[in-house]
């Protein structure tokens, strides 16, 4: 797996892009990334729609070699860390959770994240809430038009369309306006929304390879 980056500044704080789905804060020594949606697979497996699990591995791995990479002191999930409560693939996301005791693991919770006291206490969790407000950045699932602090965002799912001679191609992307980072999903189990992604923005659009400034 290749991992390419790109620095941007955001609150005069420097952030680290990559072409994983992740963002990394040297500072705080924070890897960020939002919609992981552990769970999805099992779900619709458990509703009759046959998917291999391999999908989530695969997802747990790039986790692996981005921690293994930037060496992380914490993890904030920007929402979405589960897809639909407690399921098969939550026990195999504890069993790899579980080779990093010293990594913190702060949720910001999402609109899937329905997390009963038993699944925070088995999840192991060092904190979750409804926001996160780390040198005057909030980290929030969904944008909220009224919070006036800049935000880090997830939810969305942004993709973005590249005209080529041949073909369109759609392809994932970070989004960045003057109030707000949007996050790709780090799940490669999602679809791309590119409807509804900020307007008037600078994208960040990636492949297995590159990063390209849109």
Not at 9 to 25: D, V, Y
Not at 30 to 41: Q, V, W, Y
Not at 92 to 117: M, T
């Given at each position: ?8 500044t955001?609150q005069?704080e420097?952030f680290?892009?990559?072409?994983q ?8 020594k924070?890897?960020?990334f939002?919609?992981l949606?552990?769970?999805k697979t ?5 509703n ?6 391999h ?11 981005l921690i ?9 999930i920007?929402?979405d ?15 790899w959770?579980?080779q990093y ?15 009963s006291?038993?699944l ?5 969790l060092d904190?979750?809430?409804a926001?996160l407000?780390?040198n005057?950045i909030?980290?929030v699932?969904d944008?909220?038009r009224s ?7 997830g ?6 369309v590249?005209?080529?001679p ?8 970070f989004?960045?306006?003057?109030k707000?980072?949007l ?9 791309l929304?590119i409807?509804?992604i900020p ?6 659009v990636?492949?297995d390879?590159?990063?390209y400034?849109?």
């Amino acid at each position: 797996m290749n991992i390419a980056t790109k620095d941007i500044t955001i609150q005069n704080e420097i952030f680290t892009l990559t072409n994983q789905r992740a963002l990394f804060w040297e500072k705080e020594k924070a890897l960020i990334f939002s919609d992981l949606h552990i769970g999805k697979t099992a779900h619709f497996r458990k509703n009759g729609i046959a998917l291999a699990n391999h999908i989530m591995k695969n997802d747990l791995e790039r986790l692996s070699i981005l921690i293994e990479n930037f060496q992380p002191e914490k993890f904030i999930i920007v929402g979405d860390l589960l897809h639909a409560g407690n399921n098969s693939d939550v026990d195999e996301f504890c069993a790899w959770q579980n080779q990093y005791p010293d990594i913190k693991f702060i949720l910001v919770e999402g609109n899937h994240d329905r997390i009963s006291k038993t699944l925070e206490k088995k999840l192991c969790l060092d904190s979750r809430s409804a926001s996160l407000e780390i040198n005057n950045i909030a980290f929030v699932h969904d944008f909220d038009r009224s919070n006036p602090k800049f935000q880090i965002t997830g939810h969305i799912h942004p993709g973005f369309v590249i005209n080529s001679p041949v073909k369109k191609i759609k392809l994932p992307c970070f989004a960045q306006t003057s109030k707000q980072l949007l996050l790709p999903a780090f799940s490669e189990f999602t679809g791309l929304d590119i409807k509804n992604i900020p307007k008037k923005g600078t994208y960040f659009v990636f492949t297995d390879s590159e990063i390209y400034e849109i």
